[in-house]
Every structure is written in structure tokens, then in C-alpha cells.
């Protein structure tokens, strides 16, 4: 249905339309689990020593605060921009307007460090391995093109594509865990890695924590599929803390089976080592299943980048129906309803960004650059969530439906807020070498973008401001109240139905 005074042009997002697997594929995808354990595990080595998993189960906890609060808005808020409907809920419509600003921004920058990392791999497996010998730039522009023409069709082409690669990635990665395991490791399987004690110390532990809470991120991706699920504020909020639950799990368990396969005395190698998985894929499968764990991984890492895409424009296109950016951003393709402006946004950006720094940085500084810069971006969204549902579900508290809990609704929340700006403060204190040290100015610059948009808009629109974020599916109880001047459900042409799912 058309949204808005733009006319027919501007459609909106098709209703009820995917299922639960394609939630979960749209955060599980994100989180990239077998790109996550490529070479990320080495580095939490290099802090936390041979206790790698306990640092994972610290960032699973940390993940866990934040899920909780996102989890309690997905209960009650089915949104198209996610985070930015959430923010705006507690902390009103410019905050949200800049936090919804910063996540796309931030995720759309992140489809291009994804992608190059995942280009220059395909290039160096395929020339070891093969008479094809193309360049990293031609594999990301190839790339490109087939990830644009996925992202544009149907919306559940795309989660199942992901969800498909993303389940394959796990399981080959799992697959030398068990080798590893059954093989006895190098001096016997051991449950000393699950012990804190063997860390190089506590704050090496902690910090190893920090470093781990990065695999995390993108758990709540699932969040802007939430006007097209079935049954949203049910599905929704299964998928999102499913996907911090299995992912804690299998983080866990990964990276005991390589602390068991490279052993206690080995922890320096570990840690220097680029390529782990083929390391340990060498010593206890063969050298052919490390190959074939390159390809997994790089496949894994063009699947995220597409989750990428689709949370990108649907941000845009939530950002755009509320006029907060050109309503352009609103426009839908007429068969699939998918938000082209934004995909075409985010995918051009893309072939930018790698055109341009990329080539010129060369593909490793360029990943580390525009990483950092991206997670400190999205890390600061999620404080703002977690502050957002301190405020909201406290001046909630009196209305039917939304029992207050200390601890869901303070505690958890701030544990959050802790851990997130402990990994801001972490990524950037040493300050890193130039140009890694550009990414807080670069994340800053986004941030200062967003507050000049937003204050143009209130100074020319005042009456959109007032309307951000406020069209949503979900539970009466949550609606604006009438004194804010917001459109209501009626008014947004949205409702629930008596099962829970959207109404178109």
C-alpha cells in the first residue's frame, strides 16, 4: 500500500511473507560464524592466552544484556528500520533519527570491508589452486553484481541463500572441531581452555572479551524484517535471541577444539596465526578440507555482506517513509516490494568505497580501517538502544501489558551500555596507526552528518519529526499516545492481527 503523500510511485513492504528460518537466516547470516572463526580467535588468544572460550562466554553475556532489551521491543514493535524505531520509543525522534542514521551508515559501510576481505580470499584460493588468476577487485566487482540482482528479487530468495550458506559454513567448521577432538588434539583433549585461571591475566581476559563481542555483532539483524514476518512480535524476538544462543554455544566450543588442537604451549603460534583453520585443518583432516573451509569462508563472508544489504535499505527505506532522509528512499520495486533506492545506495557505496580506498590502502588496512570505523558506529547505536529501553519500559510501566523487572529493565540494559562502551574505549585507546586511527574520526564525521540532517529537517519539517519512527506493527499498548501529535496504528495502515501478525 502506498505510505505517505508521495502517491503510487512509493509502495511499502510485503506483509506476512517470511517465516521464522528466514528471521534467523537474516541474523545468523550477519554474524558470519564461520568467517568469525578464521582468524578473529587469534587475536583473543594474543589476550586472554589459552582461556579463548571463556573470553567468548564473557561476550555471549555482554550479548545476551543487549538482546534482552532488544528483544523486549521486538516483543512489542515489529519495525522496517529496527533500532531506529526503538530509539526513537525512548529517546525520542531526533535521537532515533540519528541512531537510525548512523546503523545504516554504518552497515552499509560494513557490506564493503565484508566483502573485500571475502574477494581477496576467493583470488588467492582460486590462484593457489586454479589457472584462474583474476585480481581482488575484479572478483569484488563479480561479486557485486550477482550480491545486486540476489538482494533485488524477492526478499526470501535472499534469506535462504543465506540461511543455506550460512548452516554449511557452521557445519564444516564444526566438522574440524570434531576431527580435531577425536584425534585427541595436540596432548590429549583437555577442558583446561574452559578454565579462566589459564588466562595471560584478568584484564587480559577481559579484554580478550571485548575483542570476542565484536563476533557478535549483528545478532539483531532479524529486527527490520519485522513488517514483512509472519507473526513479527513472536518470530522476530525467537530468532534474534536464538541466534546469540547458538551463537555463544558454538564460539565456545570452536575455539576449545583449536585451543585443544594447537595446545597449551602453543598459544603464541595460535595467536600469530593468520590462518588457523587451515593450520589445524592440515594437522588433523587434510590439506584439501582447508581449501575447501577458504571457499566456506568466503562464501560465509558474501552472505553477510548481502544481509548487509537488505538491513541497509531497510533501514533507508524507514528512514525515507518518515521523510527524515528524500522519500525516495520509500520507493519499492512493483512485484518484489524491495527497497531498491536503498539496495542501489548500499551497493553502490560498495563499489566505491573499493575503488577508491580500497585500492589505495591495499585490502587488509582497508578491512581493519573501515571495521573499526563500523563498529564503533554500530557499538554506539546499541547504547542508545540500551538506554532507550531503560526510558521506555520505565515510562511504560503503568500501562497494561508491560510488567516493569529491575533487572530485564536496568540491570541487564546497563550491562549492556558497560560492555559496549568498554569495546568503543578498547578500539581506540592505545590509539591504533594511522590509518587505522582514522575510523573514530571517520565514525564521528557519521555521527556529526546525522545531527546536521536531522536539525535541517526539524528547521523545514517539524511536523515529519514528529512522526519518526511512530508507523509500526505491533501491541496497542504500545502506541504513541494521542497528546504527541504521532500517527496511530490505524493512521499508519498497520495493525495486528488476532494471531499476532501484521495486517496490511
Not at 556529526?448 to 509500526?472: D, Q, S
Request: aromatic share 10%.
Amino acid at each position: 500500500m502506498a505510505r505517505g503523500s508521495e502517491g503510487s510511485i512509493h509502495g511499502g513492504l510485503r506483509h506476512n511473507i517470511l517465516g521464522s528460518p528466514d528471521a534467523v537466516a537474516q541474523s545468523l547470516a550477519l554474524l558470519a560464524l564461520a568467517f568469525g572463526v578464521s582468524a578473529a580467535p587469534a587475536g583473543v588468544a594474543a589476550s586472554a592466552g589459552f582461556a579463548v572460550p571463556w573470553a567468548y562466554v564473557i561476550a555471549g553475556v555482554g550479548s545476551l544484556c543487549l538482546a534482552s532489551v532488544i528483544v523486549r521491543f521486538a516483543r512489542r514493535i515489529a519495525h522496517a528500520g529496527g533500532l531506529y524505531a526503538y530509539t526513537v520509543r525512548g529517546l525520542g525522534p531526533q535521537v532515533g533519527f540519528v541512531g537510525g542514521w548512523l546503523y545504516a551508515v554504518a552497515y552499509a559501510v560494513g557490506v564493503s570491508f565484508v566483502l573485500i576481505i571475502s574477494s581477496e580470499y576467493l583470488a588467492t584460493v582460486l590462484s593457489s589452486n586454479t589457472s584462474v588468476h583474476l585480481s581482488w577487485f575484479t572478483w569484488y566487482v563479480i561479486l557485486l553484481a550477482v550480491m545486486t540482482l540476489i538482494a533485488l528479487v524477492d526478499i526470501r530468495v535472499s534469506t535462504r541463500v543465506q540461511l543455506v550458506f550460512a548452516v554449511i559454513g557452521v557445519a564444516a567448521v564444526l566438522v574440524l572441531c570434531l576431527a580435531i577432538v577425536a584425534k585427541g588434539g595436540a596432548h590429549g583433549v583437555t577442558v583446561q581452555p574452559l578454565n579462566p585461571a589459564k588466562s595471560l591475566s584478568t584484564h587480559g581476559l577481559f579484554l580478550g572479551g571485548v575483542l570476542a563481542f565484536t563476533g557478535f555483532i549483528g545478532f539483531e539483524a532479524a529486527a527490520v524484517l519485522g513488517e514483512e514476518a509472519i507473526n513479527p512480535l513472536k518470530a522476530i524476538p525467537r530468532a534474534i535471541l536464538g541466534t546469540v544462543i547458538v551463537a555463544t554455544v558454538y564460539y565456545v566450543f570452536v575455539t576449545w577444539s583449536m585451543a585443544v588442537g594447537f595446545g597449551a604451549g602453543a598459544v603464541a603460534k595460535w595467536a600469530s596465526d593468520a590462518t588457523a583453520l587451515s593450520t589445524l585443518s592440515d594437522r588433523y583432516v587434510a590439506h584439501w578440507f582447508g581449501t575447501f573451509l577458504d571457499v566456506v569462508v568466503v562464501v560465509d563472508a558474501f552472505v553477510a555482506a548481502l544481509a548487509g544489504v537488505q538491513l541497509t535499505a531497510r533501514t533507508l527505506f524507514a528512514l525515507g517513509r518518515d521523510r527524515g532522509l528524500p522519500s525516495l528512499f520509500s520507493a519499492t520495486t512493483p512485484r518484489f516490494k524491495s527497497p531498491f533506492v536503498g539496495i542501489g545506495f548500499s551497493i553502490a557505496l560498495t563499489l566505491v568505497l573499493g575503488a577508491t580506498l580500497g585500492r589505495h590502502y591495499g585490502v587488509f588496512t582497508y578491512f581493519d580501517m573501515m571495521a573499526t570505523s563500523g563498529s564503533l558506529g554500530i557499538l554506539f547505536v546499541y547504547i542508545l538502544v540500551a538506554v532507550s529501553g531503560m526510558v521506555y519500559f520505565w515510562r511504560m510501566r503503568n500501562r497494561a501489558a508491560h510488567a516493569y523487572n529491575v533487572l530485564l529493565d536496568v540491570v541487564l540494559p546497563l550491562g549492556a551500555v558497560a560492555i559496549c562502551g568498554y569495546t568503543i574505549y578498547s578500539s581506540i585507546t592505545p590509539a591504533p596507526p594511522a590509518p587505522i586511527s582514522y575510523s573514530v574520526w571517520i565514525a564521528l564525521g557519521w555521527l556529526v552528518l546525522g545531527v546536521i540532517i536531522v536539525g535541517i529537517v526539524l528547521v523545514t519539517r517539524p511536523e515529519a519529526v514528529r512522526g519518526f519512527g511512530r508507523a509500526f506493527v505491533g501491541s496497542p499498548h504500545d502506541a504513541p499516545d494521542a497528546s504527541e501529535g504521532s500517527p496511530t496504528l490505524a493512521a499508519a495502515g498497520l495493525g495486528e492481527g488476532g494471531d499476532g501478525s501484521p495486517r496490511p
